[in-house]
């Protein structure tokens, strides 16, 4: 693994427009982010991507868009009410918090920051935010961020499965905004208080429930596999009896090998008919399936697969990132798949003169309505193209003297920096089949 690599990631998110704090000029907002031009793209097309292989490719699965706040009996059903907590424990003296997973000698050891054997016996710390809807704020107002979008589908599975007249088994996608109080965020994007997840649960027979978990676990696998390349900063991990979500009764997670670790990356989940059945039970309406094969009632089981968004974006750069020596010195190159690269084709003029930037602007316009474009016609052409490798852009268009009189220009390519000479009449499709290639 490249050294320091998540300080490299953070400074280049930074300084190219990928990643800044949040509300920064105020000292920051306590581990919350905004993308910025290059961020949204790449995000956007980590989330276009996922729908594109989950919805918009399968037969089986249907997408919504649910509300975030939502019934509070929602929460209470779901049993993150009772049970989404993590045990908190804090030091008496220097008042600093700390989740009792996170202490290697438990709450009995001393304070990792102010040494003292001063931690307070642990407890029990809801990690949903609580809001209240309306002006009123009393127990009957209360709302929550919802800390999963996973429940905004199956309040939905009834209203989902008869207007689109959907028989088992079948799925719903989702990509939304979800909230948690961490008690201890952190390591960039990949553990905040506000971030975005795109979920998918698959209702299915009971009996065909181990059968599809496995189909899951590969598709998702691949998925990753597809886009970030490097199989092998990929690995699953079961989780044990004791660290499985109170809706779980199998999960595994992806894992992916960050700067800091291999941490879980996806979560793949077999929620049983839990959910369905205690939103049965708390709202009094009838969630079982008729099988009009075997003429039997009952409730789906569900296979889940749930990943942020922001965690995959960071992954995805991570596995991406690479340095390589040039004889300037180091050359960094942002190796994201053509799919994820935020800006797909760099429209460059050898030099500012009007005449060759007067070209240039007209192919880039006759770009623009295809690809996600940019246009940089200051300093050297191979700082330019340096520019562009460290954000990732799988090609430049360089447009120079000779282009005024034989019109064609340069295509070069971010990977192993060939150049083509082609005819600004032929630019559109050789870019398009490059960028299929
Ligand atoms: N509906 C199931 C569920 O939410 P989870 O394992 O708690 O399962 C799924 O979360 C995924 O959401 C995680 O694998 C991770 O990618 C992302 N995620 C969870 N908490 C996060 C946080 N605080 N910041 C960023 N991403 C988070």
């Not at 209240?132 to 429940?151: H, K, M, N, Y």
């Not at 719903?172 to 965020?185: D, L, M, V």
């Not at 569900?302 to 922001?310: I, M, N, P």
Request: charged share 30%; aromatic share 12%; with cysteine.
């Amino acid at each position: 693994m490249i050294a320091d690599l998540n300080d490299k990631i953070v400074s280049l998110s930074k300084r190219r427009g990928f990643v800044f704090p949040s509300s920064e000029i105020y000292g920051g907002a306590g581990s919350t982010w905004d993308f910025g031009p290059l961020g949204v793209e790449l995000k956007n097309n980590v989330k276009r991507a996922w729908w594109r292989a989950m919805v918009q490719l399968r037969e089986d699965v249907v997408g919504i868009d649910a509300a975030i706040l939502m019934h509070p009996r929602v929460w209470e059903a779901s049993g993150h009410v009772e049970n989404f907590t993590d045990p908190l424990v804090e030091c008496a003296n220097c008042k600093k918090r700390y989740r009792l997973d996170e202490l290697s000698e438990g709450a009995g050891g001393p304070c990792p920051n102010c040494g003292l054997k001063k931690l307070g016996e642990p407890r029990r710390f809801n990690l949903m935010f609580k809001t209240f809807v309306g002006p009123v704020e009393d127990s009957a107002s209360i709302a929550w961020l919802r800390p999963e979008t996973a429940q905004g589908i199956f309040v939905n599975f009834e209203n989902v499965q008869q207007s689109m007249r959907r028989r088992l088994p079948f799925g719903i996608a989702q990509i939304g905004k979800s909230f948690r109080n961490e008690i201890t965020p952190g390591n960039f994007i990949f553990r905040s208080r506000e971030f975005e997840q795109m979920e998918m649960q698959y209702f299915c027979r009971p009996a065909e429930a181990p059968r599809l978990y496995d189909e899951w676990m590969a598709t998702r696998r691949e998925w990753f596999r597809r886009l970030a390349g490097h199989d092998e900063l990929f690995r699953f991990r079961e989780h044990g009896d004791d660290e499985r979500a109170h809706y779980a009764a199998r999960a595994f997670d992806i894992e992916f090998q960050f700067p800091f670790g291999w941490k879980e990356l996806e979560g793949i989940h077999n929620r049983t008919d839990f959910d369905l059945r205690r939103h049965s039970e708390f709202s009094g309406k009838d969630l079982r399936y008729f099988d009009d094969a075997t003429n039997e009632r009952f409730i789906p089981y569900v296979v889940e697969t749930a990943v942020g968004a922001d965690r995959a974006t960071f992954a995805f750069m991570c596995a991406a990132y690479d340095e390589e020596p040039d004889k300037e010195g180091i050359r960094t190159v942002l190796r994201l798949h053509r799919d994820l690269a935020p800006y797909k084709v760099a429209v460059l003029p050898l030099s500012k003169k009007p005449e060759l930037s007067e070209l240039a602007r007209r192919v880039w316009a006759d770009l623009r309505p295809e690809f996600m474009t940019t246009y940089d016609e200051t300093q050297a052409i191979g700082r330019r193209y340096r520019r562009q490798d460290e954000i990732g852009t799988p090609l430049c268009v360089t447009v120079d003297f000779d282009s005024l009189t034989d019109q064609q220009v340069t295509i070069r390519d971010r990977d192993d920096m060939s150049q083509v000479r082609v005819g600004i009449p032929e630019l559109l499709p050789a870019l398009r089949e490059k960028l299929r290639a």
